[in-house]
């Protein structure tokens, strides 16, 4: 498959969970999901079950965002691994049909090496540094208008 290609799965509506507005405040949002597998299985495996935490993940925010009348397209970040493989996609959803999982770098990257550990981490700390300044802002953002209507 090449990497530039998203991957897209249906959306399945049993993700969507329906919770109160008092009770979403006290709901995790999950900004990044991580799914790992041996150096035996192919890494699409951890591809496909990535998609549906991302799937999940996705429905509450959607619902977050409906709920709190602030709309916008949520994404999150899921990390796939299998053996020294790595890979990051881009998951978010355009209408209510498909998940897209959008590689987030050229090719896997394949940790044999020093720098190829550095780059790792150097890769999830950017993610950590998104989630701290941006995603948790946009949620605070959406409770708040939740919370006080």
């Not at 998203?6 to 049993?14: A, D, G, M, R, Y």
Request: include cysteine.
């Amino acid at each position: 498959m090449n990497s530039a290609t998203p991957i897209v799965i249906p959306f399945c509506t049993s993700y969507r969970i329906t919770f109160s507005p008092s009770q979403m405040q006290d709901i995790i949002y999950p900004a990044f999901i991580y799914e790992a597998k041996s150096d035996k299985n192919p890494i699409l495996w951890a591809e496909n079950q990535v998609a549906v935490g991302a799937a999940r993940a996705l429905g509450l925010l959607d619902e977050l965002a409906e709920l709190s009348g602030k709309p916008y397209i949520p994404y999150i970040v899921a990390a796939t691994s299998a053996g020294a493989q790595w890979q990051f996609h881009l998951a978010y959803r355009l209408g209510n049909s498909r998940i897209f999982l959008l590689p987030l770098l050229d090719k896997p990257l394949w940790i044999r090496n020093h720098m190829e550990r550095v780059m790792l981490l150097t890769i999830i700390h950017r993610i950590k540094t998104w989630i701290i300044q941006s995603f948790q802002q946009s949620i605070k953002e959406r409770l708040n208008a939740l919370v006080l209507g």
